[in-house]
């Protein structure tokens, strides 16, 4: 089975504190996600990357930034983290091509206070 | 990008089909149907795709209207244990091979 884990389910910060989450995935998977999920907004997709050392903005990319610097890890950083990027966060990898299925991790829960 | 249209919510009793409907009319033809389903505190897991034919695999099957502008996904007997958000989502290939999350379907199953 395909394994995406995420550093913490429950994360509490507080304003202006950095903020690194890390996601692992044992799938050998070229992309990986890091999207938000909100009441009433579904998951929007925050960055992704195709390949080490490779990524390109989502939907809402401002406040974060990410780092892949191996193939199996992609970290999501908030640089000056902020009341309004409170939410849960969900990481996913999928197969570059021929496949569909993105595999998502269990998400962490940030608070930021 | 293109969208789709889901109820909010649903009901169903437990070993009866389900029948979660979608509509997406701006469709373009290289876009793929996918529907993910997300369970209390987990995150979304992948349950079936197509592109025009109908589809069934252990979870579900996906039946799509000719002119590709709705889709339902059916459950043929429900359990308690697919008490869950339903996504209809558009996918393509050309579009960096994001998915773009609307607000789903809240299926809920009684026993």
Redesign the interface.
């Known amino acids: 089975d395909v394994k995406?884990t995420q550093s913490s389910r429950y994360l509490v910060k507080r304003t202006g504190e950095k903020v690194f989450l890390e996601c692992v995935q044992d799938m050998d998977h070229e992309?990986m996600?890091w999207?938000r999920q909100d009441p009433?907004?579904?998951?929007?997709?925050i960055y992704?990357s195709?390949d080490v050392k490779m990524k390109?903005k989502?939907d809402i990319p401002e406040g974060y930034s990410v780092s892949r610097e191996k193939k199996e890890r992609f970290s999501l950083i908030l640089e000056s983290a902020s009341t309004n990027q409170t939410s849960m966060y969900?990481c996913?990898s999928?197969v570059?091509?021929g496949s569909?299925?993105?595999?998502?991790?269990?998400?962490t829960r940030l608070t930021v206070t | 990008d293109a969208k789709t249209t889901q109820p909010n919510s649903m009901e169903s009793n437990e070993e009866e089909p389900v029948h979660l409907p979608c509509n997406h009319s701006t469709i373009s033809g290289t876009d793929y149907i996918h529907w993910y389903r997300q369970l209390p505190s987990q995150g979304p897991e992948y349950v079936i795709h197509g592109l025009t034919s109908n589809v069934n695999n252990r979870m579900a099957s996906l039946a799509i209207a000719e002119d590709r502008k709705s889709s339902t996904l059916i459950l043929h007997r429900a359990t308690l244990r697919d008490a869950a958000v339903y996504y209809c989502i558009l996918y393509s290939s050309y579009n960096t091979d994001k998915l773009i999350f609307g607000t789903g379907t809240r299926l809920q199953v009684f026993p």
């Open positions: 995406v992309n996600f999207y009433g907004l579904g998951l929007r997709l992704f195709y390109e989502g969900l996913a999928s570059r091509t569909y299925e993105q595999y998502f991790g269990p998400g």
